[in-house]
């Protein structure tokens, strides 16, 4: 399967360099090039290498929001602070959370791959809470869901801070973090700092390991 892939990638990135002014290699660079935990800087040198046509079209200039943003997001960047609600209505900040090592974590109730993570959330949660580790969950979940945002966060037993616009991908958080894909993590350190992204199953717990034994 990674063979296969790997080798589907080469072919489409052999297109893409080989057509720099076609639309249709711009759209497969946004699948190639900025697929989940692309890097960057090694995009944004890439995304150079199109025409000045194609960077300025419609479809150019999206993808360099998302290189810009991917740069904002990046590891030793300072986390952009927002303000959602909680279920109660209360706003929350992110900036709220500073001083402690905070797992910002966007799903979605309807989001199968995110509830198949919770658990390990919720055990790396019980493990490091005592150490100054809490979460800050997104939903983008949207006003039809709010039923089912709210039930899933009770079944599967998540007991830190849940905040949400109930306005899915829309959510300002969602935009701000150019979160296009869910389930999708920062890990923020005291300091306000990303120091990790994306980390699931051992490698959150691998990862917390690692910064509460320093």
């Not at 479809?59 to 810009?68: A, F, S, V, Y």
């Not at 109660?88 to 959370?97: A, E, N, Q, W």
């Not at 509830?115 to 949660?125: G, M, Q």
């Not at 899915?168 to 869910?182: D, H, M, N, P, Q």
């Amino acid at each position: 399967m990674l063979a296969s892939q790997a080798g589907y990638d080469s072919v489409t990135r052999a297109f893409i360099y080989s057509h720099l002014n076609s639309y249709v290699a711009l759209e497969a660079f946004k699948y190639t090039e900025l697929a989940y935990n692309f890097n960057p800087d090694t995009a944004s040198a890439r995304f150079a290498r199109f025409s000045e046509s194609q960077r300025q079209s419609v479809m150019g200039r999206k993808l360099q929001e998302l290189i810009d943003t991917g740069k904002k997001t990046d590891s030793g960047k300072v986390a952009m602070d927002f303000t959602e609600n909680d279920s109660t209505g209360k706003p929350v900040r992110l900036s709220d959370f500073r001083g402690h090592y905070v797992l910002l974590d966007f799903w979605a109730s309807w989001c199968k791959p995110c509830r198949a993570e919770n658990p390990n959330y919720l055990k790396a949660y019980n493990k490091y809470k005592a150490k100054n580790f809490t979460i800050l969950g997104v939903s983008l979940d949207d006003e039809a869901t709010r039923r089912a945002w709210l039930a899933a966060v009770k079944v599967d037993g998540m007991p830190w801070t849940q905040v949400s616009e109930l306005k899915g991908f829309k959510s300002k958080s969602a935009v701000l973090y150019g979160v296009e894909a869910i389930p999708t993590n920062f890990l923020i350190d005291p300091n306000g700092r990303i120091v990790g992204k994306n980390l699931r199953g051992e490698e959150l717990d691998k990862k917390l390991g690692a910064l509460f034994s320093l």
